[in-house]
């Protein structure tokens, strides 16, 4: 298992090199200066001498050192996956910046995109439709206005509602409540979540002002949200912006990878215990299995096999923290909370991953 990634020095940056850490990606460049060539950290060339090779934050200081980019792991360039959501990005920034409903065919255009790949990369990334996005974007602009305590038939109208009444139809539906309960209503953490679907059904991914707090599979989006509810119920949930969309992308693709590593932060909550043998589960390589047993050894409590099975249920972050990697002692696929078709699936693909 690869070392936690740390960018804080040369040494630590050095080891990500050497191990082609894809998580080091994007956080700085190596280059070699009797090449002249600059890479990410996890290019597959051939390794240069540990003493030929200088750091960079970023791929532009290393050109204007008079490096130039690799033409293999091209490290001026973004990563396809990362030019689509860009797209994506800057269509929830035109519709932010926007007062008015905007077409779905005009959106489109203005990220060069046709109508149809853009709908549906449009609800990949976000979870939501255009449509539905925009929906969401008023109410937010509603729950941010009315919390400055503006009148609510102002409020109402600035956040690009067509009219009034409109809206009072629809406070129910977007705020959970009406606009003045919602204003006399205490400060609760919030938490911004997303649903979509990925190979392994339906998933909603949610994330605190931490980081992300629950990653949760299902075949209903519905009931992912009531679980979300049911499992923080003293926040409010709202849908996610942007930046939360692009994210939330990083966590699809480990749904889909599982080996994959992930460096988004984490909000982890759960008792010493819960901790502890949540870190043990990290801490399986991919394509592996453990028992409840070994887990217990591990952990150092071996009488416990009945807390750490506890412990794998109560876990809210799917294949983050990768509870499927749990099975029997006799290596029978025990239960899992997600549903034992879905474990069966996200251990196959990991070992396919391993024949790779
Ligand atoms: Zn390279």
């Known amino acids: 298992m690869k070392p936690f990634f740390d960018n ?3 040494e630590s ?3 990500a090199v050497e191990t082609r850490d894809h998580r080091a990606d994007g956080q700085f460049v190596f280059a070699v200066k009797t090449t002249g060539v600059c890479c990410r950290p996890s290019c597959s060339a051939r390794h240069a001498l540990r003493k030929n090779v200088v750091f960079f934050e970023n791929v532009g200081q290393a050109v204007n050192a008079g490096f130039r980019p690799c033409k293999r792991c091209q490290p001026d360039k973004l990563a396809p996956e990362q030019q689509r959501i860009d797209r994506i990005t800057q269509a929830c920034r035109i ?7 905007i077409a779905l065919a005009e959106l489109a255009s203005r990220v060069a995109m046709s109508p149809f790949h853009f ?5 990949q990334v976000t979870g939501l439709t255009p449509h539905g996005w925009q929906k969401a974007l008023r109410a937010k602009r509603l729950r941010e206005q009315l919390t400055q ?4 038939t102002r409020a109402v109208f600035d956040a690009g509602y067509q009219s009034g009444s409109n ?3 629809q406070a129910d539906e977007v705020l959970g409540m009406t606009a003045k309960q919602f204003r006399q209503g205490g400060e609760r953490a919030e938490i911004q979540f997303v649903v979509g679907t990925c190979r392994l059904g339906e998933f909603l991914v949610a994330q605190s002002e931490r980081g992300i707090c629950a990653i949760l599979l299902g075949s209903d989006a519905q009931r992912l949200i009531q679980e979300l509810e049911t499992l923080f119920p003293h926040s409010s949930l709202m849908v996610g912006d942007a930046y939360f969309a692009a994210r939330v992308a990083q966590v699809v693709n480990l749904l889909e990878h599982p080996g994959q590593p992930i460096s988004l932060p984490l909000d982890i909550q759960g008792t010493a215990f819960q901790q502890l043998v949540w870190q043990a589960l990290r801490d399986i390589p991919a394509g592996q299995t453990a028992s409840y047993r070994d887990i217990a050894l591990r952990i150092g409590k071996p009488q416990a096999i009945r807390a750490v099975a506890g412990a794998c249920a109560a876990n809210k972050l799917a294949v983050v923290i990768p509870c499927h990697r749990v099975v029997r002692n006799d290596g029978a696929l025990s239960g899992y909370r997600w549903g034992v078709e879905r474990k069966r699936q996200l251990l196959e693909i990991e ?3 391993q024949e790779e």
């Open 149 to 152: 305590s503006e009148p609510v």
């Open 167 to 169: 809206y009072y139809q």
């Open 119 to 123: 709908h549906r990369l449009f609800k």
């Open 8 to 10: 804080a020095n040369d």
């Open 95 to 101: 519709l932010e910046t926007s007062n008015q409903p």
């Open 13 to 15: 940056r050095w080891q």
């Open 351 to 353: 070992a396919e991953q």
